[in-house]
């Protein structure tokens, strides 16, 4: 261990004496923004959707999917504020159908995947007015979202304004939206005990 160590110091070393150009040192930039605006969501019914208790009996075999419900989602800012909502599953992996655009309702007895779900928005107002919903990955580059398109996890949507090319965000005071669930059970094969259904989402506010 000791030989090898020397062998990689005396490698550095002549690498370090033979770039006689290189800069001997090297830069960290911390940046950022404060922004003096603070933009509140809620969601109705404290966010929960309750499916209540399903007769394993009830279920037929493979994916059984349950009435949608629908969430009024609102962001308040303080003022007119340019800003993205954020989706992360909380139980990211355990999606029985493994799609990008699914939401994981957990893991049963066996590790049996428990189901998924699926999130759209619907009837969205940006202060008010009917605004096109766009969505981004990375803040970078936006994309038209149209009525009813899923909601993938990890991305951002936000509204634009009417006519822009690019798609990309206008800075906004209040957003308005139905939000709607969408869940689908993926019966096991068995079942000798409750199986719960977890699923858990968190919605972001990213300030753009």
């Known amino acids: 261990m000791k030989k090898r160590l020397s062998y990689i110091a005396a ?7 033979t770039s006689v150009n290189a800069a001997s040192s090297v830069d960290l930039s911390v940046t ?6 603070a933009c509140m969501p809620q969601l109705s019914n ?32 303080d003022a007119a504020t340019l800003f993205a909502v954020k989706s992360t599953d909380n ?11 699914s939401f994981g309702l957990g893991v049963g007895e066996g590790d049996h995947k428990v189901g998924f779900y699926n999130l759209t928005m ?5 202060d008010g007015a009917v605004l096109p919903v766009v969505e981004s990955v990375n803040g970078n580059t936006w994309f038209y979202s149209s ?17 822009n090319p690019d798609y990309t965000p206008v800075a906004i005071q209040t957003l308005a939206a139905d939000l709607i669930v969408a869940t689908s059970i993926n019966k096991p094969g068995t079942l000798t ?16």
């Open 122 to 126: 619907e009837n969205v107002l940006g």
């Open 147 to 163: 009525t009813g398109q899923i909601w993938q996890p990890e991305w951002m949507r936000s509204v634009s304004g009417p006519g």
């Open 46 to 77: 404290g966010g929960m959707v309750d499916h209540g208790k399903i007769s394993f009996k009830d279920l037929k075999k493979g994916v059984n999917t349950l009435p949608q419900v629908a969430l009024q989602m609102s962001v308040s800012c």
């Open 193 to 208: 005990a409750e199986m719960p259904i977890d699923g858990s989402a968190t919605l972001d506010i990213v300030y753009l």
């Open 11 to 17: 490698t550095l070393l002549v690498a370090g004496t």
């Open 91 to 101: 139980r990211k992996g355990t999606a029985s159908n493994n799609g990008l655009s």
């Open 32 to 37: 950022g923004k404060i922004t003096p605006a």
